[in-house]
């Protein structure tokens, strides 16, 4: 079935430096691509859809130009998280959907543990 | 998108059958019924979805009535290993279409 990848699964940074987590559809296209962040005990919270070629689109509250998303292929979509924090710390989870064949089952990454000290 | 409701938590022993009922009001015409399953520090899994009437794959059964505004997951004979978060999900199916998350319930399984 098809996979979703996120690298790197676990991640400490200092504050102030930036930190990118990579998302790949290993065997399909993924035009789009998801971004959440999931605080512990919460549930998953969308930040951004990630669009193949052109700019992502964030939720509101979300700010832009802290979390950086480059989708430049349709396999790899990219988080950078800029000038981390403390409060940035949380579990970043990336999905994408395998539209092939009328499958429409989202996929979801492994997660990347953010910790910032 | 249409909002869902479900229980926090529910408790349940090795063996049993477990039911997880979600209520989604103002579901549209277009939207489907999406159940996923998520594990600490994982990304959700899919476990099922569909549109009504009933659907039953190798691991769940969903039941979903005629005015689709609920729908009930169905784990049947749970082991410790089902313990887990279990989203409702509502929404039009599509590469492109976004899934907003719920609150999810915490499944616990003893033994």
Known sequence: GAVVSQHPSRVICKSGTSVKIECRSLDFQATTMFW??????????????????????YEQGVEKDKFLINHASLTLSTLTVTSAHPEDSSFYICSARDGRGGNTEAFFGQGTRLTVV | LAKTT??????????????????????????????????????????????????????????????????????????????????????????????????GTRVLVKP
């Open chain 1, 36 to 57: 959440y962040r999931q605080f512990p005990k919460q549930s998953l919270m969308l930040m951004a859809t990630s669009n193949e070629g052109s700019k992502a689109t």
């Open chain 2, 6 to 103: 479900q229980p926090i938590s529910m408790d349940s022993y090795e063996g049993q059958e477990v039911n997880i009922t979600c209520s989604h009001n103002n579901i549209a015409t277009n939207d489907y019924i999406t159940w996923y399953q998520q594990f600490p520090s994982q990304g959700p899994r899919f476990i099922i979805q569909g549109y009504k009437t009933k659907v039953t794959n190798e691991v769940a059964s969903l039941f979903i009535p005629a005015d689709r505004k609920s729908s009930t997951l169905s784990l049947p004979r749970v082991s410790l290993s089902d313990t887990a978060v279990y989203y409702c999900l509502v929404g039009v199916r599509g590469a492109g279409n976004k899934l907003t998350f719920g609150g």
